[in-house]
């Protein structure tokens, strides 16, 4: 019975540190010590019964999703596209390094938090909640989370990137999209931001490309040919995305792109 309750304990655990920090808009912390609880795996004898086998294997695939927590948040979410389209900016404006990655990955991964919050909230009052309140168990859990990503990666992946991997892994043409597997879904909504990304950089780099060509030509005609153009094109670059406001447009447009 002991045994029954930390197993679940831990099970609850290990959710409350997956969904903690990306399920909750906001979270505020204590000033004062905060005391948490202590949390121990002991194997004292082998598992004969079926259900301490089957509680030990959702522990070890609660452990397994932690793991893998950096690539699902990377890969399922909005934060492929953003992070290419701000890499891109940096390279548009030509500042090199400036801003810092440090800086472009956590602007990313705030304006994903913000981005999936309508996803996160809907894991956490269909799924999270229920689960703990012991209303469904914990294979629905996962399910209830994986329909909510995948509903989220349906809206955002192009037809085509989803029957190139279809045909790729030959099978039949899906009659709705709830037979669209995560193995085929996956890949094809990580190409669709790719492209969606390369097509938002684009558009970026097109204002900067002509500034660059016109700030050539000039240096051109003044016989000023040793002069590196980037060297006068940088400050027009700066003012240029000053005056239009340019941080506001490029994350206003990025956040509307996913709506």
């Given at each position: 019975m002991m045994k029954g309750l930390r197993t679940k304990g831990c099970l609850v655990m290990a959710l409350i540190v997956l969904f903690a920090a990306i399920i909750l808009p906001s979270v505020?912390?204590?000033?004062?010590?905060?005391?948490?609880?202590?949390?121990?795996?002991?194997?004292?004898?082998?598992?004969?019964?079926?259900?301490?086998?089957?509680?030990?294997?959702?522990?070890?695939?609660?452990?397994?999703?932690?793991?893998?927590a950096p690539a699902i948040l990377v890969m399922l979410t909005s934060f492929t596209r953003i992070v290419v389209v701000l890499s891109l900016l940096r390279h548009a404006l030509g500042t090199q390094q400036i801003p810092s990655n440090q800086i472009v990955v956590g602007l990313s991964l705030f304006l994903t938090f913000f981005i999936m919050t309508p996803v996160w909230n809907q894991v956490n009052d269909d799924a999270v909640k229920p689960y703990m309140e012991e209303r469904i168990s914990f294979d629905k859990a996962l399910s209830t989370t994986g329909e909510a990503l995948k509903g989220f990666m349906l809206k955002h992946t192009r037809e085509k990137d989803i029957g190139l991997f279809q045909a790729i892994a030959r099978r039949e043409r899906p009659a709705t999209a709830d037979d669209i597997g995560l193995s085929v879904l996956i890949p094809a909504f990580v190409i669709s931001e790719l492209k969606t990304a390369f097509q938002i950089g684009f558009m970026i780099y097109l204002p900067f490309l002509i500034l660059d060509m016109v700030v050539a030509s000039v240096l051109l005609s003044m016989g000023m040919m040793m002069l590196p153009p980037i060297m006068i094109s940088l400050p027009f670059k700066l003012l240029l995305f000053v005056l239009v406001d340019g941080w506001y447009l490029v994350v206003g447009s990025l956040v509307e792109s996913f709506k």
């Open positions: 505020s912390w204590a000033a004062a010590g905060i005391s948490l609880p202590s949390l121990s795996i002991t194997f004292d004898k082998a598992a004969d019964e079926p259900e301490r086998v089957s509680s030990l294997m959702q522990l070890l695939m609660l452990l397994t999703v932690l793991t893998l």
